[in-house]
């Protein structure tokens, strides 16, 4: 009702205010759509994916979807972006150009990956909470099927009682039963 | 390697009256069953020199231990292991590539999704916040509540309950076995060795 009657007005302020309107429709618009994400949030955010607990460095404020940067993007998963997509070694994924969602942005001179429409793109399902706000990521798919074609062991560290890093690549070489046990 | 939420203060009794002298992590939140498909304890991941894996199997023993009327275990799994060790990849106990992917299925969605909740799930439980915890622990067993890993951990920390969920999960299964039935040969046709 509000816009209608700024439409109403037919002097040159009138004109005026209604071009402004939409002027400031097309504002929203052009920033809001296809996403939403806005401004730089350096509020505290963790991403779970395999053994990783990543504190990203920042996201983009965005109500729904978890934008990150490449160094954060690395970080969490490993993927690279390069000008074919987000790779990891002879997999890429493309995310620039996407019609049904927008997976990459540019915001204060920097890329931005959409790591949740990543997730949803390569079919990797994730939960999250908003308080405190943490993303759980299960497996990638595409990448999980590395283990189940070639059977090579996934790498994967974990602190030994002695508060060392143990991987599992560092046995390389050697012959490696892994037995997993537990206290209940 | 011990899995589990309690972390080094649960795990290292049993590595000191084990005195382990091999390499002893703790995995706090189940890392390797969720890289490797797990769903029980104990499981034995055997991997090559080349860092493939050529053997894996659940109810990994050392020997068939009696708990009552119920037994667990096998006396089969330490001479598989010992086999492996002398012959390598000759080994007849041992399984070939194709074999072997054929062993390590898929998630489905809920496996999936399960996964993600349970990692949520031991975010939390790790940072002290118990309800958010609990919420997503019992989602991860309900879309994957074949998995004894995601149970078990959950029920450790009622353990006035943990006896009684168990055998009652135990007895539901009927004819399903508790453990994946150990494979005593690799394969069935003379392809085993690679």
């Known amino acids: ?184 | 390697m011990a899995q589990d939420t309690g972390g080094q203060a649960v795990a290292e009794p049993f590595y000191e009256a084990a005195n382990a002298t091999y390499s002893a992590p703790v995995d706090e939140r189940h890392v390797v069953s969720s890289l490797f498909g797990l769903v029980n304890v104990p499981s034995g991941i055997m991997v090559d020199e080349e860092g493939r894996i050529v053997r894996l199997d659940e109810g990994t023993y050392t020997r068939e231990y009696k708990a009552g009327e119920l037994s667990f275990g096998t006396n089969d799994y330490v001479p598989i292991l010992r086999d492996w060790l002398e012959n390598g990849e000759e080994s007849e106990l041992v399984f070939d590539v194709a074999d072997m992917a054929d062993q390590l299925a898929e998630l489905s969605d809920a496996e999936a999704r399960g996964d993600a909740h349970f990692r949520l799930a031991s975010y939390f439980k790790l940072s002290g916040r118990e309800e958010l915890a609990q919420t997503h622990w019992s989602e991860a067993q309900r879309l994957n509540p074949d998995s004894w890993n995601y149970h078990r951990q959950d029920w450790s920390f009622t353990p006035q309950e943990a006896g009684r969920n168990w055998f009652e999960k135990f007895q539901s299964l009927g004819d399903k076995p508790y453990y994946k039935p150990m494979s005593e040969t690799a394969s069935s046709d003379e392809g085993s060795s690679p």
């Open chain 1, 1 to 184: 009702m509000r816009s209608s009657t700024k439409w109403r007005l037919s002097d040159r302020a009138g004109g005026w205010l209604g071009w402004a309107s939409v002027g400031m429709l097309l504002a929203v618009c052009l920033s809001t759509s296809p996403l939403s994400a806005q401004g730089v949030d350096e509020s505290e955010k963790i991403a779970l994916y395999l053994d990783r607990v990543v504190a990203l460095e920042r996201t983009l404020a965005d109500p729904t979807d978890l934008w990150v940067t490449k160094a954060d993007l690395e970080r969490v998963n490993d993927f690279v972006l390069k000008p074919e997509g987000a790779c990891l070694g002879s997999l890429c994924i493309p995310v620039a150009g996407d019609s049904r969602e927008t997976l990459l942005v540019e915001r204060g001179g920097e890329s931005w990956l959409n790591l949740t429409g990543f997730a949803r793109k390569v079919g990797q399902e994730f939960v999250a909470e908003s308080d405190p706000a943490v993303w759980s990521f299960g497996p990638i798919p595409a990448v999980r099927s590395a283990l189940t074609k070639t059977a090579i062991a996934p790498d994967f560290a974990l602190e030994n009682r002695d508060g060392e890093t143990v991987r599992l690549s560092d046995h390389r070489g050697k012959k490696v039963l892994i037995l997993t046990w537990a206290s209940w």
